[in-house]
Each structure stands twice: as C-alpha cells, then as structure tokens.
C-alpha cells in the first residue's frame, strides 16, 4: 500500500496526489501574493505554502481540487509542512477523484445509523424520544457524512457521526457507575448537541462555514429546531426546556461559545464527554504518525503541546 501523507516524516521527499482542502490568500512581506494550502488524503493533512502565485494559480489551486505535487516535508515551528518543489492540477489521464481522497470515518455509514437509531428506540420517555427521533430522521442523510468540523477533531467524511456514536458509547458506560443520570436526557443531548453542524458547514467537500453557520451558529440554529420540533408534535412540558438547555450549555463556557453553562447534571455530563472524544481523536491522529519514543508535532487545539509516544506502544493506532 502507498504510504500516505500523515506517515512522511520530516526530511523525507513526497510525489504523490493529494486533494486541496482549502487555499487561503495572504501577502508575503515583500508584497507578492501567496496561497497557504491545507493539502489532504485518507489518511491526513499537511500544509504548504505556494508562493508568487499568479491569478492564474489563485482560480487553479482552490479548495476540492486535485493536485500532482513534489516536495520536501520539513519543520516549520514545530508542525510539518510540505515545500513544494513541483505542483499542478490533476487531469482526465491521471484517473483520481476528489472523494478519492477524503479522509473517512473508521466505521461505516450504515452501521452507525442504526446504532443511533437503536439508542432512540430504547429511549423510556416518549416527548424526548419523539423529538430525538423527529430531527434525527429529519439530518439523518447529512448526518451521515457530515464531519463534525473543519479542523481540529473529526474533520473527516462521516466525522460527526463517529463523534456521536463515541460519545454515545462513552455516556453508556458513565451511566453505569451514576444512575442518577437520566439516560434518556443524555442520549438525547448527545446525538443533538452538534446535529445542526449539518447546516453550520457545508459538507464533506472542501468543508467552510456556512453563512448561516457564521452568522448564527450550530448551537442556536439546533435550540430553534427543538422548539420547533416540539410545537409539530405538540409536545409541551420541561423536557423540551432541558433538551434546549443541553445543545446551549455543550460547551460550557461562554468563552467557548456556550450561552450558558451547564446547570443539570446531564448537561455537565455532555460536555465531559464531548470534551474526552474530542481531545482523544485529536491525540490519536497525532500521534498516528509518531514513531515509538518520539513527540509528536504540537497541537494547536491541546493549549499547543506536544504528545510523547512511549517506546512500549508497539503498534500504531489504525485511524
């Protein structure tokens, strides 16, 4: 199997095909334009810089498209990042495809939506059920391959729905050692917490923010949709209140983009989780590429540390 970007090393040389996830205009110092381009395949992302483009390379090089590229990867403070010493757009002759390489959920579609569905089946309380299951099969198509972000932590096809049955998972088994949970309550705001990042981002493809999603935000646009939810069904009653209050408090801080902090205990609940998933997928991608013994490159989003791999981890993990 070829090796993909996330295992090139610094100081190794790279020819390969790679798909532009985004490109990002600046102006260099001397005053001549450059693109910064996020550069990806299944199996990761790297960074380059193409500089003195013209406006010829500026329409070429944008975000979904596929390029041919040479180049050596070195340090750049502490992140990898890929010189590029030859790059052109992909051709009829080359027979690759954009989707061709979009780093992808480790689990199937299919198989993840019916591990939803069965934790809504099971749900006791029949007004939070209803909605769950109401704004579920009302996302379920862009849910499915959503990612969950546009960096950080799944980014990838299929991202958000990974990061739901994770955390779904995870809150089973808290809820075992806490019974005073309400399972019910917990589910719901797992699988609805960030279910309106469907309309926030644009999709699997060269993934942006929305102009919705820049203006309003996951958060707000999913309480709307609960309280519309509600009114179609004709639910009414404290459980529409405390699903609205899960999604507005996921964050937990107002720094963090919460408009309130968590005030149940199913809310607190949700964003541990939330949290651990997150901080666990963004620590295993990094150190995928890590060989025993060895730190990784720093984490913007881990307050920017790096990451030791202890010699005993023998095996990588398989993202």
């Keep these: 199997m070829k090796k993909g970007i996330n295992h090139y090393q610094v100081g190794e040389q790279v020819e390969t095909y790679l798909l532009i996830k985004t490109a990002k205009k600046g102006i260099a110092s001397n005053g001549k334009p450059f693109l910064t381009l996020q550069l990806t395949d299944k199996t990761g992302e790297i960074e380059a810089k193409l500089w003195g483009i013209s406006p010829e390379d500026e329409t070429t090089f944008q975000g979904g498209t596929v390029i041919h590229t040479q180049g050596d990867v070195q340090d750049f403070r502490g992140m990898r990042q890929l010189k ?3 790059i052109r757009p992909s051709s009829s002759m080359d027979q690759v495809k954009p989707e061709d390489f979009l780093p992808t959920a480790p689990r199937g579609r299919e198989e993840m939506l019916e591990e939803v569905t069965q934790y809504i089946f099971d749900m ?39 990061h739901v049955v994770s955390m779904l998972q995870l809150a089973k088994s808290i809820a075992g050692l806490y019974p005073s949970l309400d399972t019910d309550l917990l589910y719901a705001g797992v699988i609805l917490h960030d279910m309106a990042k469907v309309r926030e981002l644009s999709g699997p493809m060269a993934t942006q923010y929305t102009t919705e999603g820049k203006l309003i935000g996951h958060i707000t646009i999913m309480v709307t949709e609960i309280e519309e939810a509600a009114k179609e069904l004709g639910i009414e009653g404290e459980e529409v209140l ?33 949290n651990i998933d997150a901080k666990m997928n ?22 920017n540390r790096s990451f030791y791999k202890p010699s005993f981890h023998e095996k990588p993990i398989d993202l």
């Excluded at 609205?244 to 989780?273: T, Y």
């Excluded at 963004?282 to 307050?303: Q, T, Y």
Aim: hydrophobic residues 40%; without cysteine.
């Design 84 to 86: 590029i010493k030859a």
């Design 124 to 162: 006791q309380n029949a007004k939070i059920q209803r909605i769950t299951r109401h704004l579920f099969k009302k996302h379920q198509q862009a849910f499915s391959v959503s990612p969950a972000a546009t960096k950080n932590h799944h980014e990838f096809v299929s991202g958000l729905a990974y």
């Design 242 to 274: 405390m699903l609205q209050h899960l999604v507005l408090s996921h964050h937990s801080k107002g720094e963090w983009g919460s408009p309130k902090p968590p005030m149940i205990r199913e809310a607190e609940m949700l964003h541990m989780i939330d």
């Design 282 to 303: 963004m620590m295993d991608r990094a150190l995928d590429r890590v060989l025993p013994g060895e730190f990784s490159e720093r984490v913007f989003a881990l307050e």
